[in-house]
């Protein structure tokens, strides 16, 4: 069955870095993209940062372009999110999803809290 975890959440100061990994596992990955959606406290999930089959097909919400990177490891089947001068407002859940077979598919979500 399809399965993504995600992982490399925690709690960081502002200005630091961190890497979320989504690992799939169950589907053909080198043929589906990954989205990373966040969830902030009584907010709605949103898409942070989406990639295709290959990394110059991505996309950044305005939020984080310029923050954050998203890559993937076709030998792991991960997909990495690089998130570089994390502020107080990326603190969130963050989810990573894929879509296959008129299905959504979600992993169970890395908390990332940015505090001082």
């Known amino acids: 069955q399809v399965q993504l975890v995600e992982s490399g959440g925690g709690l960081v100061q502002p200005g630091e870095s961190l890497t979320l990994s989504c690992t799939a596992s169950?589907?053909?990955?080198?043929?589906?993209?990954i989205t990373w959606y966040s969830q902030a406290p009584g907010k709605e999930r949103d898409v942070a940062a989406s990639?295709?089959?290959?990394?110059?097909?991505?996309y950044y919400a305005d939020s984080v372009k310029g923050r954050f990177t998203i890559s993937r490891d076709n030998a792991k089947n991960t997909v990495y999110l690089r998130m570089d001068r994390l502020k107080p407002e990326d603190t969130a859940v963050y989810y990573c999803?894929?879509?296959?077979?008129?299905?959504?598919?979600w992993g169970q979500g890395t908390r990332v809290t940015v505090s001082s």
């Open positions: 999803a894929t879509h296959l077979g008129g299905s959504t598919y």
């Open positions: 169950g589907f053909t990955f080198t043929h589906y993209g």
């Open positions: 990639i295709g089959l290959d990394d110059e097909l991505a």
